[in-house]
């Protein structure tokens, strides 16, 4: 077999300088755990389910609750030593009616598609119009200046930027505009805003996220709304051609109050540091258009597989694995949250923390906390040679899942996150393209099997 | 910048070893590569051109003379010094009316879908019905012997093996069923053959590709077809459940005499040693269903992207630079062949070919011929961690291009491969599924820009 003789090779250097001794049994249970997932893997068959039979499924629907019902209950056939509910009260936010909108040029009405942000208030019932100020950042708001921006609706259109191989870093540095451009604007007097959709596209497709209001009063807020990248790009030469470019919207979202919802746990006790939890996680809840089939449906499914493999294989872990799947993550994170809050109380020791938020795509490797000590990153680093063979060449630190960040206390928890490759995530995130064809069964087996891989090194060697 | 630290710090112990010293401006060259091809690239629109204004392009067609015609026009766009056609004789066949199958067993008729395979000779006019006998490899057809074999159709039913992570290897084990199975059944007296679709989905999707009869006489010919895994799986359900299952299938393609097609070639001379030749190819033609996007529409223009990269950075290369858009590798290799008889014939010299004919996915890095010498593999390997950066972490010995595999004469020319990831290729792999909605802008572009950068330090440091 000459297959990957070279990276073995090349990686072989690594080992003979790391101070642990990777044992055989060790490349065998990582061989048994991508052999179970890619032959016998349940994950697609409940992504279909999820997707097909359940829906998108934003907090407070009943998609959700159904949600919740079916990854109990699959998880409770798993055989885990305990499957639970822990109630989470979470924000809820509906769309309403399908929204409306056009731009107004000296000579043209032009039909545009939007969506309303998750969050945003609802524009009057007879919508509202008003010139359009293009902006490419928050601070150049605040250089416009209340008279420049009172009474407009202030469009923010900095594109993604692709020279960024990890397109969440692109995303890192434009998603500012969504969540706090509205408010900003506002703060300026703005009376609307318009985001270009986070993609790296240029196409139709609209894709939505939450907006916040921050310390606003609730009179101060101001209706907010995203467009594809493509109507952004006409938008913005519209707004180079002509002195005044208008533009009108009607949406009919609403926010409620909060709801009762739940995360599902289940977990299979530790042997001999049954106190000592390892999490693998996702979040049930997704945007209300698409299937939530790669935000989050992969992630679920991947965290019921790591739980299904380590039963079929027949392996009884030192410390305890634990599968959250959190509710609320898209419109509040009250599931992690409380998730955190009731660890605190109980004074449950995690001592690792994985999430897989970040599509069901092939994986790369891991993401860890940037914080992470020398001394660990180097123990992880030790365990490469066994994860390259699985095409696992990254042990990055840029950061790890949301859903996680509130158990964050010091060192005390090492959090991480499923690095998938992140070249096709923004083509379909929080948009109706998110759906189950964009999903490769063998790319979702692939992050089940890296994620069980890892968890096993650590429950047997501890970091 | 956190990002990737950690691959860095890892990856410089070797570059410590190493005797290569990379320098700034290597690391700026690639850097440059990447950023022109992320935010200029013409790979997407000339695929979109390629698949939704010309489509499928079998040897023969009129459809591949357009994709000559159009992509020696492209190519003369960039600027290069010479742009020509390469005439070539190959073989031509063509599929006719759609085929007409179905299964018969004990009490039902079910019809069923199938596609001839590339080279098969079509049934009699009113079809072929006979027994079918199942088997899961081409030794097990000697096994039966003719008894068994003689009047029945055999179906080759051998799935490609899930656990293998590069399907391709997966692939190459499971594929002598279909390019040999045919002719070793005429062997033994079968009067057709089926052939399970070479994809590791469970699903209605076909896959075709060649078959060959090798040196039996035309009237031993038998017709050979293939059959979704489904369907398969379906005929298998039912030769276990049946004593006696029979087949229909009637297809009208035929074999026709040899047609001249060219390869397009266009090349940036070097300028201090022009008579080495850095060559960057893929292949023009495409079976005859779906569009050709990722087989490999992909390849071709990856391949101009690469001229088009250097073009546009004013990169004047120091050896000279080809781009070979080679005829007929699907049903014949005689682009391939011709171009390396007229190489040998022209005592022209290569010091590198790299093809990239395994999809337009996100690239992984490499592949090269298993027999490079030891020295080779190590000036190679002392560059790796320019490419890290970049994902391309894979310089693996698994072999290279088919249309630059006649230019194999020992060792004197190195011959490489582009190694995408392959989790999603065989999906669509010869199917209807071979469209451009599967091609992802990013990963087209990032194949091309790992190309050029390879090509970029051979050209600089030689081999």
């Not at 056939?77 to 909108?101: I, N, Q, Y």
């Not at 407009?152 to 259109?157: L, M």
């Not at 894709?207 to 913005?236: C, K, V, W």
């Amino acid at each position: 077999m000459k297959i990957k003789l070279f990276v073995i090779t090349f990686l072989s250097t690594i080992v003979l300088h790391s101070q642990s001794i990777q044992k055989q049994e060790d490349s065998d249970m990582i061989k048994a755990i991508h052999e179970h997932a890619l032959t016998y893997g349940k994950s697609y068959d409940w992504l279909t389910h999820i997707t097909k039979n359940i829906g998108a499924r934003l907090t407070g629907s009943p998609e959700l609750d159904e949600m919740v019902s079916y990854t109990k209950h699959e998880m409770e056939k798993l055989g885990l030593d305990s499957v639970w509910l822990e109630p989470v009260m979470a924000p809820k936010w509906t769309r309403g009616e399908k929204e409306e909108a056009y731009i107004l040029s000296k000579n043209n009405k032009i039909e545009v598609d939007i969506l309303a942000l998750g969050g945003s208030i609802a524009t009057p019932n007879t919508g509202i119009q008003a010139e359009v100020i293009e902006v490419n950042s928050l601070e150049e708001i605040a250089k416009l200046g209340k008279e420049k921006v009172s009474g407009k609706i202030v469009f923010f259109n900095r594109p993604m930027n692709p020279n960024l191989i990890n397109t969440f870093n692109a995303y890192g540095e434009a998603a500012d505009q969504r969540f706090a451009g509205p408010r900003v604007a506002a703060e300026y007097g703005a009376v609307g805003a318009l985001v270009r959709s986070m993609t790296l596209r240029q196409d139709d497709v609209i894709h939505t996220g939450s907006t916040g209001y921050g310390d606003l009063l609730p009179e101060q807020y101001i209706p907010a709304a995203t467009i594809s990248t493509n109507t952004a790009n006409r938008l913005s030469a519209l707004l180079k051609e002509e002195e005044k470019v208008s533009f009108f919207f009607k949406q009919n979202c609403e926010i409620h109050d909060a709801v009762l919802t739940y995360n599902v746990i289940g977990e299979i006790r530790g042997k001999t540091h049954p106190n000592e939890i390892l999490l693998v996680g996702g979040h049930l809840d997704s945007w209300d258009v698409g299937e939530g089939a790669h935000d989050d449906g992969a992630g679920i499914v991947q965290s019921m597989e790591v739980m299904e493999i380590f039963k079929s294989l027949n392996y009884t872990p030192n410390r305890t694995i634990r599968a959250v799947l959190f509710a609320n993550e898209e419109n509040g994170l009250m599931g992690g949250r409380t998730y955190a809050e009731n660890v605190k109380k109980n004074s449950e020791y995690h001592l690792f923390a994985i999430e897989s938020d970040s599509g069901g795509y092939v994986p790369r490797g891991f993401s860890f906390d940037a914080e992470v000590p020398e001394k660990t990153i180097e123990k992880l680093r030790s365990w490469l040679p066994l994860f390259a063979i699985y095409n696992l060449h990254v042990f990055d630190l840029n950061g790890y899942g949301a859903d996680i960040s509130p158990l964050k206390d010091g060192n005390k928890t090492l959090l991480g996150s499923l690095y998938p490759d992140s070249q096709r995530y923004f083509d379909i995130h929080h948009s109706e393209e998110d759906t189950l064809d964009k999903v490769n069964p063998r790319e979702l087996q692939l992050g089940s099997a890296a994620m069980a891989s890892l968890l096993y090194m650590i429950d047997k060697y501890g970091l």
